[in-house]
């Protein structure tokens, strides 16, 4: 089995781009992170979708990020191009249909569309959505026609779909896109009754994610396993991503140093459960006990990712050890 990589740029979100002043400057650091990220020999580069800066909205920078994958598709040239996840409720899912595809010509097949329901409500409400937020049901029962009316663009010369939530007709998306059969859909979310189940009918692969322990993803996966028997599709035929962040150092004590202002006084191994934390040696089990669980491709973000220090010991250190699990 071949494992791959993906790493997310630094847009700002998690205030990752704070420290720099100019926009200009802070999207050319973005850039660079992308352009680094492809000469490592990383698989992808993501973004998020979203407006606001976390844990806090406050007035910094924040990249769109379709508009970021279209920017970073003129200056890459092999990596491809993936958003964990555009949160549904922000775009008609015809439009985003056809952005996807647009990006996948302009990029000569690298994009990759990744959807979620979508949870942030106070960056929903301020940005005027329709109100009010709508809860979890509902944003998983639009999801399910969203991912309909995707597919439906990138397969059918005239679209149409009539559903309780969104309806398209005759619509035409030229292009759809390089890639054959279609750009590949990915379904971010662990939910077991539902959005294990949409990826079992529509997606090419899942994505789960904030967790380092392998009981976790065998869990998820022989659940997506099930789903995939009642809908009769092939279960390996659907990769199976993770996602989480890595903080890397090549000595424990430089760990220590690097991880300090983020534990609030939690030990390492606390703070590890959720995100990957170690010398190379460390990750390489952490990654290994992962990938006996099944997972096939890790989309990864590195501490401080501007400065690139994480990133470049993780490609030098950890990934030939693991590419060829």
Not at 188 to 210: F, H, M, S
Request: net charge negative; glycine share 8%.
């Amino acid at each position: 089995m071949e494992i791959k990589f993906g790493a997310f740029v630094p847009q700002g979100w998690r205030m990752d781009l704070a420290g720099i002043a100019d926009p200009v400057e802070q999207f050319e650091t973005m850039t660079a992170v992308a352009v680094e990220a492809e000469r490592l020999g990383f698989d992808s580069v993501w973004v998020y979708d979203h407006f606001h800066t976390v844990p806090e909205p406050v007035p910094e920078t924040t990249f769109e990020c379709w508009t970021t994958l279209a920017a970073l598709a003129r200056d890459t040239k092999k990596v491809k191009l993936g958003q964990l996840v555009t949160c549904n409720p922000y775009r008609n899912p015809a439009l985003l249909a056809k952005i996807a595809s647009t990006l996948d010509v302009l990029s000569h097949g690298r994009a990759i569309l990744g959807i979620g329901g979508g949870w942030d409500k106070g960056e929903y409400e301020a940005y005027g959505y329709e109100l009010p937020f709508p809860e979890t049901g509902e944003r998983l029962r639009r999801l399910d026609e969203a991912a309909q009316i995707i597919l439906k663009m990138w397969e059918e010369p005239r679209a149409s779909f009539e559903g309780q939530y969104y309806r398209i007709k005759d619509a035409i998306n030229e292009p759809k896109g390089v890639q054959k059969p279609h750009i590949p859909l990915w379904i971010g979310g662990a939910g077991e009754k539902v959005t294990l189940k949409l990826v079992a009918k529509y997606g090419d692969a899942c994505n789960v994610t904030d967790s380092t322990d392998p009981a976790f993803y065998r869990h998820k996966f022989e659940v997506l396993r099930r789903h995939c028997q009642a809908e009769g599709r092939d279960y390996d035929r659907i990769l199976k991503t993770a996602s989480f962040t890595v903080f890397a150092a090549p000595t424990q004590a430089e760990l220590e140093s690097v991880t300090a202002p983020y534990r609030n006084g939690a030990s390492l191994a606390e703070f590890g459960k959720g995100s990957a934390v170690g010398t190379p040696d460390q990750l390489i089990e952490t990654f290994k006990g992962i990938i006996e669980a099944g997972a096939e491709y890790f989309v990864l973000y590195f501490n401080q990712p501007a400065k690139m220090e994480s990133m470049r010991l993780f490609a030098r250190e950890v990934m030939p050890a693991l590419i060829s699990s």
